[in-house]
T-cell receptor, first 113, second 114 residues
């Protein structure tokens, strides 16, 4: 059973550019959350998607946006990249209403130069 | 606002020794508590979770954690550490098990000496 799949695994972008990160949730999961993990820090919640709607959002600027598709997969978009956006971006999937908790992917390492 | 504090940034133990990683949380309601482990360059793997009931929770890889409401703590323990346990450990708190954000601590890096 495939877990959470994220692509790409690594990415290098230039300041000011835009980036799209992708996440396929674990089979049977309907909810996707995105986290940013800066070096040496714990993950910080960006937002969560359920039924193709943003259900909850953390303290991130509007440059961070997302989307969830009918097959439950999700994209994270970041516009006008800053050096401070360099981080590991983690996707987590879950089943709303269940007690199973969250399953995390291995992440996308974004480097902004 | 919810928050998690992991007071120890880095802990070193000898292989075979016991381990306790500390976690204190601040939360306005009944918390859902989690411990995750992260190997270098990898995602997070769930070790164990607490919702309610028995305050001593068993997890994978021989880990356990004890919820102490009076101390707002959820410390992770293992009686005998293996070299493969070297990794970074994160404590997290949430409102539900599968809805809404998790708030993570800053993490504790575990080094295991042979």
């Amino acid at each position: 059973d495939a877990g959470v799949t994220q692509s790409p695994t690594h990415l290098i972008k230039t300041r000011g550019q835009q980036v799209t990160l992708r996440c396929s949730p674990k089979s049977g999961h309907d909810t996707v959350s995105w986290y940013q993990q800066a070096l040496g820090q714990g993950p910080q919640f960006i937002f969560q998607y359920y039924e193709e709607e943003e259900r909850q959002r953390g303290n991130f600027p509007d440059r961070f946006s997302g989307h969830q598709f009918p097959n439950y997969s999700s994209e994270l978009n970041v516009n006008a990249l800053l050096l401070g956006d360099s981080a590991l971006y983690l996707c987590a999937s879950s089943v709303t209403g269940s007690d199973y908790g969250y399953t995390f992917g291995s992440g996308t390492r974004l480097t902004v130069v | 606002a919810q928050s998690v504090t992991q007071p120890d940034i880095h802990i070193t133990v000898s292989e075979g020794a016991s381990l306790e990683l500390r976690c204190n949380y601040s939360y306005g309601a009944t918390p859902y508590l989690f411990w995750y482990v992260q190997s270098p360059g990898q995602g997070l793997q769930l070790l164990l979770k607490y919702f309610s009931g028995d305050t001593l929770v068993q997890g994978i890889k021989g880990f356990e954690a004890e919820f102490k409401r009076s101390q707002s703590s959820f410390n992770l323990r293992k009686p005998s550490v293996h070299w493969s346990d070297a990794a970074e450990y994160f404590c997290a708190v949430g409102r539900l098990t599968s809805y809404g954000k998790l708030t993570f601590g800053q993490g504790t890096i575990l080094t295991v000496h042979p």
